[in-house]
């Protein structure tokens, strides 16, 4: 797949690790995972949810688990992730039908409209750039139900370099706390830094302002569109497809 943000889920050392280096990077996505399970849970309890990005199964894991009687469509470019994902959820997997493909690419979240009660994300969509978010907004909404949800959660860029320097600097100091001396690769700031550089290179990520986020899905024809919850560069936001 011609995709760099893809490739780099391809390679066997980073998946294998995966799950361990989002604990220690972004530990907060347990928090982020209870925030799309309760929005959810509040609405009417779901029967179809559409997971873009699912990469290891983490989220997916505990929508299937929360919701018994929920099925869901997984999406993804990557075979290695989707196969971690596979072993993860174990029986879970018989109510998932697993896509293997490039979320940029109309053909890749089929054109049932109408169908899910839901369309949620973590970790996946600062992987596109806004105008690449934009067209899949577009595509999610008119394969919701009316009424239906749009659950992301993700990171975002702060909306000035103070501000992203400062999230930056207490990003990096989280690691290193976390990593507590132990992981080679984080034994202090400056070399935590350029690893985490290297890898936002290498997985093309490009984090957009939360403002712009917001702003494309109401000129995507969600409605109620609002931050949920928030911690530094870390966000879950949400919307509706009006009735
Ligand atoms: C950081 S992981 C997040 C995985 C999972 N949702 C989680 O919360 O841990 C990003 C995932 O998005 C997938 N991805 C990135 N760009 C993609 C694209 N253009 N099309 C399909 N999948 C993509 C990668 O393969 C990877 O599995």
Not at 11 to 28: C, E, G, K, S
Not at 46 to 65: C, E, I, Q, Y
């Amino acid at each position: 797949m011609d995709s760099s943000s893809v490739q780099a889920y391809e390679t066997v050392a980073r998946v294998a690790a995966y799950d361990a280096d989002m604990d220690l990077m972004h530990p907060n996505r347990h928090k982020m995972v209870d925030v799309i399970t309760a929005v959810l849970a509040a609405a009417a309890e779901p029967r179809l949810v559409v997971d873009l990005g699912t990469g290891t199964g983490f989220l997916l894991a505990r929508l299937l688990r929360r919701f018994p009687n929920c099925r869901a469509v997984a999406i993804d470019g990557s075979q290695q992730m989707v196969g971690e994902a596979k072993s993860r959820l174990g029986d879970l997997a018989q109510r998932v039908e697993f896509v293997i493909g490039d979320l940029r690419h109309p053909e890749t979240l089929g054109a049932a409209t109408g169908v899910a009660d839901a369309v949620v994300s973590a970790y996946a969509l600062h992987h596109l750039n806004l105008e690449e978010k934009a067209e899949l907004l577009g595509r999610c909404r008119a394969r919701l139900k009316e009424g239906g949800w749009f659950l992301n959660a993700d990171l975002v860029a702060e909306e000035d370099e103070f501000l992203e320097g400062l999230t930056q600097e207490m990003r990096v100091a989280g690691i290193v706390e976390r990593a507590r001396g132990r992981d080679p690769r984080f034994p202090d700031a400056a070399a935590t830094r350029r690893f985490l550089d290297d890898l936002q290179r290498n997985e093309c990520d490009q984090p957009q302002k939360l403002a712009d986020d917001l702003r494309i899905a109401r000129e995507c024809g969600y409605g109620h569109v609002t931050l949920l919850w928030k911690d530094t560069r870390e966000v879950v936001w949400g919307g509706v497809r009006p009735l």
